[in-house]
């Protein structure tokens, strides 16, 4: 099941898509909030429930272009005329144009032939600004509205190297959903003044964004192997009707899991290969089923596991699916799943070792990194369950083994991992809950653990701007 920072920006941008800030430089800003914010902990519990995650994409909801700067090329003297025996004049050397966004070191343009070398990993987002320093309103935010506005998107290789891909409109409001390495364009969410929103393409070589049929009430979910669309579609009822259906580049839409009996689609995830889905129904969550998502046949997870409340955490592989089930005032348990036809009986996993202080467990959704693993934010044996404070940690399939992946000391800090690849799983971190909604992102090598900041961020810093949305190319 995969989760990223557009997922939450239908909320962020309903409550505020113009949030702004104070204009001074104050490096004390962050720990006055974080004073703050400890003061009003008691009044303000809903900041650490899962409605926080939407302060993430309100980072970007101002765009303005910042024209690159072009150095002049250097003036050329005709040359007199030379014998057979004169060196020639050399050829002046011209400086590569680069661009500079407020919050990140100058940076060359994407040529063309850039864009066609790119490979999987490399990730692509969108970078606005001037972005919010809180996410309150209030009239201390006003005078961010003085200065200049940029938008554009930009691109980082997996070694940290960033290019600007193309400025936007000042008013583009979007969401960078998917995106192939190699290709000129990707699938983006765009976003009206009105909160409304429709799905596109944007043209990464103009900017220029394209409208395409879009399904309403529909949230994405995942994306076939073809590059379709697959959406959660409808929306609570009395009896209630959510189906998944997948969605096309014409707009032409198919449903799926009818056929399987599915009533209320609840808990929704496409598997790695983009070949198969999991849909668990509300009105019957003791079992799950797998559909195809080309041909519609289903299969039952036979081997579901008998507790009352389960729901897959992430894919492990394109057959075993990571499920986490829920006892009143007990630990959770974990079980391997598999999915296949023939599959076996579940197989417990994360189980609680001997030593409790060093018992670790998901708190939330997983992210599949793409090599058999699972990395989660975890949290230990009385720890909370809020999105702030949890550090992020990678269940090794292949072992049944748990390995710290990145450290989060602060507990106003949000750590979450968005994406993996290869091995290889992509962070942001922001101190949400010190009222920042300002993303860092970081990409850590699975097998060496280093950390590569992609798109960073000074918090005590106004002025700037920070990602708002990013896809890693596939």
Same mark, same amino acid.
């Given at each position: 099941?995969?989760?990223?920072?557009?997922?939450?920006?239908?909320?962020?941008?309903?409550?505020?898509?113009?949030?702004?800030?104070?204009?001074?430089?104050?490096?004390?800003?962050?720990?006055?909030?974080?004073?703050?914010?400890?003061?009003?902990?008691?009044?303000?519990?809903?900041?650490?429930?899962?409605?926080?995650?939407?302060?993430?994409?309100?980072?970007?909801?101002?765009?303005?272009?910042?024209?690159?700067?072009?150095?002049?090329?250097?003036?050329?003297?005709?040359?007199?005329?030379?014998?057979?025996?004169?060196?020639?004049?050399?050829?002046?050397?011209?400086?590569?144009?680069?661009?500079?966004?407020?919050?990140?070191?100058?940076?060359?343009?994407?040529?063309?032939?850039?864009?066609?070398?790119?490979?999987?990993?490399?990730?692509?987002?969108?970078?606005?600004?001037?972005?919010?320093?809180?996410?309150?309103?209030?009239?201390?935010?006003?005078?961010?509205?003085?200065?200049?506005?940029?938008?554009? %998107?930009?691109?980082?290789?997996?070694?940290? /190297?960033?290019?600007? @891909? +193309? $400025? *936007? &409109? #000042? !008013?583009?409001?979007?969401? =960078?959903?998917?995106?192939?390495?190699?290709?000129?364009?990707?699938?983006?969410?765009?976003?009206?003044?009105?909160?409304?929103?429709?799905?596109?393409?944007?043209?990464?070589?103009?900017?220029?964004?394209?409208?395409?049929?879009?399904?309403?009430?529909?949230?994405?979910?995942?994306?076939?192997?073809?590059?379709?669309?697959?959406?959660?579609?409808?929306?609570?009822?009395?009896?209630?009707?959510?189906?998944?259906?997948?969605?096309?580049?014409?707009?032409?839409?198919?449903?799926?899991?009818?056929?399987?009996?599915?009533?209320?689609?609840?808990?929704?995830?496409?598997?790695?290969?983009?070949?198969?889905? %999991?849909?668990?129904?509300?009105?019957?969550? /003791?079992?799950?089923? @797998? +559909? $195809? *998502? &080309? #041909? !519609?046949?289903?299969?039952? =997870?036979?081997?579901?596991?008998?507790?009352?409340?389960?729901?897959?955490?992430?894919?492990?592989?394109?057959?075993?699916?990571?499920?986490?089930?829920?006892?009143?005032?007990?630990?959770?348990?974990?079980?391997?799943?598999?999915?296949?036809?023939?599959?076996?009986?579940?197989?417990?996993?994360?189980?609680?070792?001997?030593?409790?202080?060093?018992?670790?467990?998901?708190?939330?959704?997983?992210?599949?990194?793409?090599?058999?693993?699972?990395?989660?934010?975890?949290?230990?044996?009385?720890?909370?369950?809020?999105?702030?404070?949890?550090?992020?940690?990678?269940?090794?399939?292949?072992?049944?083994?748990?390995?710290?992946?990145?450290?989060?000391?602060?507990?106003?800090?949000?750590?979450?991992?968005? &994406?993996?690849?290869?091995?290889?799983?992509?962070?942001?971190?922001?101190?949400?809950?010190?009222?920042?909604?300002?993303?860092?992102?970081?990409?850590?090598?699975?097998?060496?653990?280093?950390?590569?900041?992609?798109?960073?961020?000074?918090?005590?810093?106004?002025?700037?701007?920070?990602?708002?949305?990013?896809?890693?190319?596939?």
């Amino acid at each position: 099941m995969t989760r990223d920072l557009h997922d939450y920006m239908s909320d962020a941008l309903a409550q505020s898509t113009r949030a702004l800030a104070d204009t001074a430089d104050d490096s004390n800003r962050v720990s006055r909030l974080r004073g703050a914010v400890r003061r009003r902990r008691t009044t303000r519990a809903a900041v650490r429930s899962t409605s926080v995650a939407c302060v993430a994409v309100a980072v970007g909801a101002l765009g303005w272009l910042v024209a690159p700067r072009h150095e002049p090329l250097p003036a050329q003297t005709p040359s007199p005329s030379v014998s057979a025996t004169s060196t020639p004049t050399p050829t002046p050397t011209v400086d590569p144009v680069t661009v500079v966004l407020p919050g990140l070191p100058p940076m060359p343009e994407a040529t063309p032939e850039l864009l066609a070398r790119t490979t999987p990993g490399w990730v692509l987002f969108r970078f606005a600004g001037p972005a919010p320093v809180t996410t309150d309103a209030g009239p201390e935010n006003e005078a961010l509205e003085a200065l200049p506005k940029f938008n554009a %998107l930009v691109l980082a290789s997996p070694e940290g /190297e960033r290019y600007r @891909v +193309v $400025d *936007l &409109a #000042t !008013d583009a409001l979007l969401s =960078v959903d998917r995106w192939v390495a190699g290709s000129t364009t990707a699938d983006v969410t765009v976003w009206g003044a009105d909160g409304g929103w429709s799905w596109g393409t944007v043209d990464l070589l103009t900017g220029d964004v394209t409208a395409i049929p879009t399904v309403p009430s529909a949230s994405t979910v995942g994306w076939t192997r073809t590059g379709e669309r697959v959406v959660l579609a409808g929306v609570l009822e009395d009896p209630p009707q959510r189906t998944v259906i997948v969605v096309d580049r014409s707009g032409k839409t198919r449903t799926v899991g009818a056929g399987a009996g599915v009533r209320d689609a609840w808990k929704v995830a496409v598997d790695p290969s983009g070949a198969r889905v %999991l849909i668990q129904d509300r009105t019957s969550p /003791e079992s799950a089923v @797998v +559909v $195809d *998502l &080309a #041909t !519609d046949e289903s299969t039952a =997870v036979r081997g579901w596991p008998s507790f009352p409340e389960c729901t897959a955490v992430s894919w492990i592989d394109d057959d075993d699916v990571l499920v986490q089930c829920l006892v009143e005032d007990a630990r959770p348990s974990h079980w391997r799943v598999d999915t296949s036809p023939t599959g076996a009986d579940p197989v417990p996993v994360l189980v609680e070792p001997d030593d409790p202080s060093t018992d670790v467990y998901p708190a939330h959704e997983g992210i599949p990194t793409g090599d058999g693993g699972t990395a989660f934010v975890g949290t230990g044996p009385g720890a909370s369950g809020g999105y702030c404070g949890g550090s992020v940690y990678v269940w090794r399939s292949s072992s049944d083994t748990v390995e710290l992946l990145a450290t989060n000391d602060d507990d106003l800090m949000s750590l979450l991992p968005e &994406a993996g690849a290869d091995g290889d799983v992509y962070l942001t971190r922001m101190p949400v809950c010190a009222d920042l909604g300002m993303p860092e992102i970081s990409r850590v090598d699975g097998t060496t653990g280093a950390t590569t900041i992609l798109s960073p961020v000074d918090w005590g810093v106004t002025g700037t701007g920070s990602a708002d949305s990013f896809t890693v190319g596939r």
